[in-house]
């Protein structure tokens, strides 16, 4: 199925699969690190997380097949946990839209591919994108932990 993957170190919870387009993902250890954080704030224990990062025609073939959704997306989160403290899940990223956000959103598309990352995160702590509200809530903490990464890579 994958023509490209890696499965980082086997201590490490946090692995990423590559359908056919790469992508520069670098610092693994300190987002893996980071990410781990954002679930331990939320005092969520994060037993298992697959990003599995694909093109817009394979994330539509899931949205079809799992949502009925006959639509592109950026990111699609399958939440597999048995409850609400032991997060296990699959989140999915369209490239393919991470690039076409960041151009219509006039950002990069490093800074685009980690709001994706962040966002499916935030909704297995809890955070919904449903309402005007809910989205202006899930944009913030977005945007917290956008800087806060960024000032983390700095600092480095």
Same mark, same amino acid.
């Given at each position: 199925? &994958? ?12 692995? &990423? ?6 992508? %520069?993902? $670098?610092? $693994?250890?300190?987002? *893996? ?22 093109? %817009?025609?394979?994330?539509?073939? /899931?949205?079809? =097949? ?6 592109? =997306?950026?990111?699609?989160?399958? %939440? ?5 403290? %032991? /997060?296990?899940?699959? /989140? ?6 991470? *690039? ?14 980690? $709001? ?22 899930? *944009? ?13 890579? *700095?600092?480095?």
């Amino acid at each position: 199925m &994958f023509t490209n993957f890696e499965i980082m170190q086997q201590q490490s919870k946090i692995y &990423f699969f590559f359908e056919s387009k790469k992508v %520069d993902l $670098r610092n $693994r250890h300190q987002l *893996r690190s980071f990410i781990n954080s954002i679930f331990r704030k939320h005092k969520k224990k994060l037993t298992s997380l697959n990003y599995i990062f694909c093109s %817009d025609q394979y994330l539509l073939e /899931i949205n079809k =097949t799992y949502l009925s959704h006959n639509y592109h =997306t950026d990111i699609i989160t399958f %939440d597999l946990s048995e409850n609400t403290q %032991d /997060i296990q899940a699959e /989140i999915y990223i369209s490239i393919d839209r991470v *690039r076409d956000n960041a151009k219509t959103l006039k950002t990069t598309v490093k800074e685009e591919l980690h $709001r994706v990352i962040f966002h499916g995160v935030l909704h297995l702590c809890g955070y919904k994108d449903k309402t005007k509200s809910s989205q202006a809530e899930m *944009r913030k903490a977005e945007d917290y932990y956008l800087q806060k990464y960024s000032a983390l890579l *700095r600092s480095t």
